[in-house]
């Protein structure tokens, strides 16, 4: 993946973690869709709260936590990278009820 990420806006650079996320963590379709319970979600808002803020939410995964090593921006990428594979999460569940609604 190409290091240079000066001219990226924020949807390219959160597009690109995910990117990262899925090709070098392993964190696709199949890894994602266990967890149920919201944890995706509430790993965006771990990453997205301020450093400054004391009413974080606790760290919802097993993949260590690593916030106060990286920059604000850096922070945020994460944080949106989380939340899309939330809401790509979220769709395939919805996806997959329809299909089987309409099969029974």
Known sequence: MESNVENLNGAER???ERARQIEE???AAEHDDQHENGELAQAA???AIPPHCSNAPSWPLSSPYKKHLLSRLRQLEISGAFAAAEIDRLLRLVRR???E???N
């Open 14 to 16: 959160i597009a690109r």
């Open 25 to 27: 963590e392993g964190f």
């Open 45 to 47: 808002a771990c990453y």
């Open 97 to 99: 009820e329809s299909r």
């Open 101 to 103: 609604s309409r099969e």
